[in-house]
Protein backbone atom coordinates (compact mmCIF):
# COMPACT_ATOMS: atom_id res chain seq x y z
CA UNK A 1 0.00 0.00 0.00
CA UNK A 2 1.46 3.48 -0.88
CA UNK A 3 2.49 5.75 1.95
CA UNK A 4 0.84 8.52 0.17
CA UNK A 5 -1.19 9.56 -3.06
CA UNK A 6 0.99 12.68 -3.44
CA UNK A 7 4.59 13.26 -5.06
CA UNK A 8 6.85 14.50 -2.40
CA UNK A 9 10.37 14.70 -1.94
CA UNK A 10 12.94 13.68 0.80
CA UNK A 11 16.78 13.60 1.75
CA UNK A 12 18.27 10.48 3.23
CA UNK A 13 21.82 10.45 4.71
CA UNK A 14 23.37 7.39 3.16
CA UNK A 15 24.49 4.47 5.37
CA UNK A 16 25.91 1.06 3.40
CA UNK A 17 22.90 -1.12 2.89
CA UNK A 18 20.74 -2.08 -0.14
CA UNK A 19 20.49 1.31 -1.77
CA UNK A 20 23.68 3.22 -0.96
CA UNK A 21 26.81 3.10 -2.16
CA UNK A 22 28.87 5.98 -0.48
CA UNK A 23 28.83 8.49 1.91
CA UNK A 24 26.68 11.84 1.84
CA UNK A 25 23.44 12.28 1.40
CA UNK A 26 20.34 11.05 -1.38
CA UNK A 27 17.39 13.29 -2.80
CA UNK A 28 14.33 10.78 -3.82
CA UNK A 29 11.46 11.47 -5.20
CA UNK A 30 8.52 9.73 -3.81
CA UNK A 31 5.02 9.13 -6.18
CA UNK A 32 2.47 6.43 -7.19
CA UNK A 33 2.95 4.17 -9.95
CA UNK A 34 0.55 5.34 -12.39
CA UNK A 35 -3.09 3.75 -12.97
CA UNK A 36 -1.26 1.56 -16.45
CA UNK A 37 1.49 -0.18 -13.89
CA UNK A 38 0.88 -3.64 -12.20
CA UNK A 39 2.09 -1.44 -9.17
CA UNK A 40 -0.71 1.27 -9.71
CA UNK A 41 -1.44 3.10 -6.65
CA UNK A 42 1.69 1.91 -4.46
CA UNK A 43 4.58 3.97 -3.63
CA UNK A 44 7.41 4.81 -6.57
CA UNK A 45 10.82 5.56 -5.08
CA UNK A 46 12.96 7.22 -7.49
CA UNK A 47 16.95 8.58 -7.29
CA UNK A 48 17.53 12.09 -8.18
CA UNK A 49 20.89 12.68 -7.05
CA UNK A 50 24.30 12.42 -4.32
CA UNK A 51 24.97 15.12 -2.47
CA UNK A 52 28.26 15.21 -0.40
CA UNK A 53 26.28 17.22 2.63
CA UNK A 54 23.27 17.94 3.09
CA UNK A 55 23.95 21.62 3.15
CA UNK A 56 24.24 21.29 -0.70
CA UNK A 57 21.14 18.70 -1.19
CA UNK A 58 18.94 21.33 0.86
CA UNK A 59 20.19 24.11 -1.36
CA UNK A 60 19.73 21.82 -4.78
CA UNK A 61 15.82 20.84 -3.29
CA UNK A 62 14.48 22.89 -1.51
CA UNK A 63 11.17 21.14 -1.84
CA UNK A 64 12.82 18.25 -0.27
CA UNK A 65 12.08 17.61 3.80
CA UNK A 66 15.32 15.52 5.60
CA UNK A 67 14.29 12.57 7.27
CA UNK A 68 16.01 10.56 9.50
CA UNK A 69 15.80 6.93 7.84
CA UNK A 70 14.95 5.74 5.07
CA UNK A 71 12.00 5.27 2.46
CA UNK A 72 13.42 2.11 0.97
CA UNK A 73 11.64 -0.77 0.98
CA UNK A 74 12.24 -4.41 0.51
CA UNK A 75 11.08 -5.79 -3.28
CA UNK A 76 8.81 -8.23 -1.33
CA UNK A 77 6.50 -5.50 0.07
CA UNK A 78 6.28 -4.32 -3.11
CA UNK A 79 5.58 -6.70 -5.46
CA UNK A 80 4.17 -9.94 -2.90
CA UNK A 81 0.97 -9.24 -3.99
CA UNK A 82 1.64 -10.12 -7.86
CA UNK A 83 0.73 -13.57 -8.79
CA UNK A 84 2.98 -16.64 -8.81
CA UNK A 85 1.83 -18.33 -12.35
CA UNK A 86 2.84 -17.10 -15.40
CA UNK A 87 -1.08 -17.52 -17.21
CA UNK A 88 -2.09 -14.61 -14.71
CA UNK A 89 -0.37 -12.54 -16.64
Not at 41 to 68: D, K, M, S, V
Amino acid sequence: MTRSSRTYYTIEQNSHGATYCEEGFTVYKLSPYPRSSVLAGQECRAWLANFPTLTEAQRAYPEAQYIAGSTYQDIESVVGHLPDDEDAY
